[in-house]
């Protein structure tokens, strides 16, 4: 059925750049909303980027400026370019889907990937 698959992950040094990917399968919602979420150890999931099917894009404000996110709507791809990593950053990132809404930057999506970790040091 719905299927979402995260890669790219990995470990960086602070400064340095990732690429992180998400390919969603089984899914057919439209007009609809994409997010990468991060959780770090002792913390709560959080949204960090997001876009929706009309290109509008979310940043939560700490990526702002550092992070971008793109995707193909044909096919329910999502890519999350982090550059200027910081140790902060470190967290297990998550891609997830839901129906569409006024604002992507929020936390109840539908579908979810098991995530990918991203380690920075300092």
């Known amino acids: 059925q719905v299927q979402l698959v995260e890669s790219g992950g990995g470990s960086a040094q602070a400064g340095g750049s990732l690429r992180l990917s998400c390919t ?10 994409m997010a990468w979420f991060r959780q770090a150890p002792g913390k709560e999931r959080e949204v960090v980027a997001a876009v929706n099917s009309y290109g509008t894009t979310f940043y939560e404000t700490s990526v702002k400026g550092r992070f971008n996110i793109s995707h ?20 297990k990132y998550y891609c997830a889907l839901r129906r569409w809404s006024p604002t992507c930057l929020r936390n109840d999506y539908n579908y979810w990937g098991q995530g990918t970790q991203v380690t920075v040091s300092s």
């Open 24 to 33: 969603a399968t089984g899914v057919s919602y439209s007009p609809y909303c």
């Open 72 to 91: 193909d709507n044909a096919v329910y791809t999502l890519d999350l370019q982090m550059n200027t990593l910081k140790p902060d950053d470190t967290a």
